[in-house]
């Protein structure tokens, strides 16, 4: 993704994890507007919208070398289900549904983008 297409995907992202909700806590320890794991936030440097973005280029790298086309459907979709399912095929039916919100929501906001 380039630099403009990354911004209004961790916009995106941020909306449909939690709303944009910086205070988020999800059912399994996620925390955040991008709902990040523990995990995932200690290696990428906390729960912030640049761990975020660190985790994004992880992923788009990871699907690159696996000979998947790192779009951003497939990259919300390792980012929600893993790499394994995404490498698999077996992502939730709810992730995929996920996906193409995040799809949609990036479109509305490059469209709002573009009327100013």
Known sequence: MSAAQLAVFLQAL????????????GSAGERGA???TPAVAASAGG?????AEREVRRIEAALTRMGVDPLPFNVYLA?????GAVR????????????QR??????????????R
Do not use: I, W
Not at 79 to 83: I, K, P, V
Not at 88 to 99: E, F, H, I, M, N
């Open 14 to 25: 941020a909306l449909v994890e939690s709303g944009g909700n910086p205070r988020a806590v």
């Open 34 to 36: 991008f709902q990040l």
């Open 47 to 51: 729960y912030c919208a640049r761990a």
């Open 79 to 83: 980012y929600n289900a893993g790499l």
């Open 88 to 99: 698999r095929g077996d992502a939730p039916v709810v992730t995929y549904q996920r996906a």
């Open 102 to 115: 995040l799809c949609n929501v990036m479109a509305a906001l490059q469209q709002e983008a573009g009327k």
